[in-house]
């Protein structure tokens, strides 16, 4: 008998150890461990709203300790460096060597710079709390620079919006706020209608959108792109894609494009090794299951619950199905686009859905109230 570890202290990760803790009677005194290389929790879907100033950090940060505290579950604040699955042993950064019987993957992805040195040197992410507070500190203090945005997704988009809203509210008439996407169109994967609901949302923002271009070359006092413009005096924000952390990509085995794992009906990658959120690689029709908060919760409690299946000698466990309950865009003006149950939403009232759904899944009950707070203070400004 050995010890239950988890790896990562996000939504799939604490689902997954709520879960668990729940029923201490099967785990016959099994550990639960998590292990997170930062000591909070850190809702990411509020984060461009964080940068944006309209979400104090501390509304969107959980102490993982004293949270985990009150589950009766050990928390190690380090990073992981390795996994050998053969041996059943997660290598820290810090020497430690943790055993384990079950293992959950959980440690979500980060941004990814794609082998750009002088990008990752210079650009501002939003990987965390502490990532938006430095993005708001930087545009604070030097509102009048070129920004721009690599990465015309759901994150680009969103930070855009949110930083177009707080210049405006500063009062700072000639802002440059500038989307570089080196597809064809933002929002890749979204559906014509809301591109053309997002486009015409950030236009009103005056935030610039130059798609099929890309970083050509960057230096201390100017920004080159593939298309021939140069942006002087610039800052930059980085949102063009994401990856797992280098010990999952070293785990021989199956991955996606973005070095997910790639798990069986029952999220395992491994006899008794199981994936969640961020980190698994979903099969969903003929594709995999996008990134989503909603399907991370769902996960990580079926990954829990087939553990308690197998410490208690149950040979079936329970399939993984994904429920899509809708996506949705939010923009800082109030507005947003997506849909609900495949039932098309737009204007503040799918804004107010998208923070009812942040409300309701954040942790803690002084987020919770916090988040509410902001929400209904914005619908005032």
């Excluded at 271009?213 to 413009?229: F, M, P, R, W």
């Excluded at 994401?242 to 997910?260: A, F, W």
């Excluded at 098309?344 to 409300?359: A, D, E, K, R």
Aim: charged letters at 25%; glycine letters at 8%; proline letters at 3%.
């Amino acid at each position: 008998m050995g010890d239950i570890v988890i790896i990562g202290g996000g939504f799939a990760g604490l689902e997954a150890a709520r879960v668990l803790a729940k029923k201490r009677k099967i785990l016959n005194n099994r550990r639960i461990i998590v292990v997170d290389s930062k000591p909070t929790f850190d809702f990411l879907p509020v984060l461009p709203d964080v940068s944006g100033s309209f979400v104090p950090r501390s509304h969107v940060t959980l102490d993982l300790r004293d949270h985990l505290e009150g589950l009766k579950v050990n928390f190690e604040n380090d990073e992981v460096v390795r996994v050998d699955v053969k041996t059943r042993e997660v290598f820290l950064r810090n020497n430690t060597v943790l055993v384990f019987e079950y293992l959950v993957v959980a440690s979500g992805t980060g941004t990814n710079f794609y082998g750009m040195s002088e990008a990752q040197r210079r650009a501002l992410k939003l990987d965390s709390a502490q990532d938006a507070a430095v993005v708001l500190n930087t545009v604070t203090t030097y509102p009048f620079k070129k920004i721009l945005i690599i990465g015309g997704g759901y994150t680009g988009v969103e930070i855009a919006s949110n930083l177009a809203a707080l210049l405006r509210r500063r009062r700072i008439k000639k802002y440059s706020i500038n989307i570089i996407e080196k597809g064809d169109d933002i929002l890749a994967v979204l559906p014509e209608w809301v591109k053309d609901y997002c486009r015409i949302n950030l236009s009103a923002l005056r935030v610039s959108i130059f798609t099929q271009a890309s970083l050509k070359e960057i230096t201390d006092k100017s920004v080159t792109l593939s298309n021939g413009l140069i942006f002087e005096d610039y800052l930059l924000v980085w949102a063009a894609g994401v990856n797992t952390p280098s010990y999952v990509r070293q785990l021989e085995v199956e991955k996606d494009g973005q070095g997910r794992l790639a798990v069986d009906p029952y999220l395992r990658f491994g006899e008794t090794c199981f994936a969640a959120g961020d980190s698994a690689a979903v099969k969903y029709g003929s594709g995999v299951l996008r990134m989503s908060v909603q399907f991370s919760l769902c996960e990580g409690r079926v990954a829990a619950v087939n553990i308690l299946r197998m410490i208690s000698g149950k040979k079936r466990l329970v399939k993984y199905r994904p429920i899509d309950l809708g996506l949705l865009v939010p923009l800082a003006n109030k507005k947003a686009a997506g849909y609900l149950l495949r039932v098309p939403v737009v204007g503040i009232f799918g804004w107010l859905c998208h923070y009812f759904m942040c409300i309701f899944r954040s942790r803690g009950l002084n987020n919770k109230s916090g988040i509410l707070f902001d929400c209904v203070k914005r619908l005032f400004l």
